[in-house]
């Protein structure tokens, strides 16, 4: 018998003070007071129905994403703790993030935080540019992300990620390589550094802002990589970096193929459910009021068809500098290697991927074109243009 693959809790938090003209994700504008009893009632609703059927099932690591949760008081994340704790085999030592505005914290919250259970928090700083905070429509101003970081490390909470956007409107290597020396200096553990991309259905999507050209861009990731491995940030997935030790466990989860569970508004789910089930993906309401409203529903389940298993993935496990383990393929799909051996031969010829024996990585210059490489596994009845939806759902 196959054993349960790794199982992570993410639970969604939908509303911010405001949305930024860049966010694609299921965030909504906070308009009037936050209807937050009545949002933690049907979070309750969904962790009973979700884990009726996942019995023996341990989490390896819990995610409270938005959105913005650090709206929510600690009280409220303690009761949200909870009921996944009474629903869900959740180990002691489990991390448990959360996502957190420099602009939503109140001077101490973080120790409360820190009591009801969160052992790491994610700070999105973006950018400590001023201008660029406005120009991405933040609420918060550089000052506030230092004050922010100092109460992480004043309640014990030193184990914190930053949040780093690059390829920012006339952002040049000297701007950008000063957000990085800035975050470098709150001494966080782990760094999430991103180029600023145009989503669909955003502001910026319908008034684009004039961003650095592509070969200006490229220059950036060179400078601050190099100065975030001369800070002994060790890059170990597309774009994070952390202090040895310190990776992100949930995200790791994601980009190996485990399982997780969404609860929330708009979550997204994966769910492996045995050999003769097959794997699905899981999707909430994504409105909140019709979400508090129909919780009493599951969410949608859509079976992963096999020919679109290697794709999906290679969409994950490829993000990772060191790549996968060939049983971790067959395992998480089951599926043989012989399945993907002849485009993995094929891309390697090409210098994009690197093969001895065990395992599989992105070559270097398979990170820097990693959509080239994932075309590669598309099913031949897909067309390249849903790499982007893809990669974006993921």
């Excluded at 040049?172 to 020396?181: I, R, S, Y």
């Excluded at 043989?336 to 024996?357: F, K, M, N």
């Amino acid at each position: 018998m196959r054993r349960p693959l790794p199982l992570a809790l993410y639970i969604h938090f939908p509303w911010c003070v405001r949305k930024c003209p860049y966010c694609d994700f299921n965030s909504h504008a906070l308009r009037g007071e936050l209807p937050e009893s009545a949002y933690l009632e049907a979070l309750e609703r969904d962790l009973a129905l979700q884990c009726a059927d996942l019995s023996g099932r341990r989490i390896v690591s819990v995610f409270l994403g938005g959105g913005t949760p650090s709206l929510f008081r600690a009280e409220a994340i303690s009761r949200v703790l909870d009921a996944a704790r009474r629903a869900l085999d959740i180990p002691a030592d489990t991390e448990v993030t959360l996502e957190a505005n420099p602009g939503t914290i109140e001077r101490g919250r973080f120790a409360e935080y820190r009591a009801c259970g969160i052992n790491r928090v994610s700070l999105g700083a973006q950018s400590f540019d001023e201008k660029q905070l406005v120009a991405l429509g933040r609420i918060h101003c550089a000052d506030e992300t230092r004050r922010a970081a100092e109460e992480l490390h004043a309640a014990g909470l030193s184990n914190f990620n930053i949040d780093l956007m690059y390829g920012l409107p006339g952002q040049d290597a000297a701007a950008a390589l000063h957000d990085v020396d800035a975050a470098l200096a709150l001494s966080p553990m782990h760094l999430s550094h991103y180029q600023l991309t145009i989503e669909a259905g955003t502001v910026f999507a319908a008034h684009p802002p004039a961003l650095p050209e592509e070969d200006a861009t490229a220059q950036i990731l060179e400078l601050c990589q190099r100065r975030l491995k001369d800070a002994h940030f060790n890059q170990y997935e597309v774009s994070a970096y952390a202090r040895r030790g310190f990776e992100c466990r949930h995200n790791l989860n994601y980009w190996s193929f485990g399982d997780y569970l969404g609860v929330g508004a708009g979550a997204h789910g994966k769910l492996s459910l045995g050999a003769t089930q097959g794997i699905v993906r899981t999707v909430q309401w994504r409105e909140p009021r019709r979400y508090m409203a129909g919780v009493a529903e599951a969410p949608s389940r859509t079976p992963v068809a096999l020919a679109d298993l290697p794709f999906e993935f290679m969409l994950n496990a490829l993000r990772l500098v060191d790549g996968f383990a060939i049983e971790s393929f067959e395992a998480r799909t089951a599926l043989p290697w012989s399945s993907i051996a002849a485009t993995v031969a094929a891309l390697s010829a090409r210098g994009l991927l690197e093969l001895d024996g065990k395992r599989c990585r992105p070559s270097a210059r398979g990170l820097l074109f990693l959509n080239d490489v994932l075309v590669a596994f598309l099913p031949k009845k897909a067309a390249p243009a849903e790499l982007s939806e893809l990669s974006t759902a993921s």
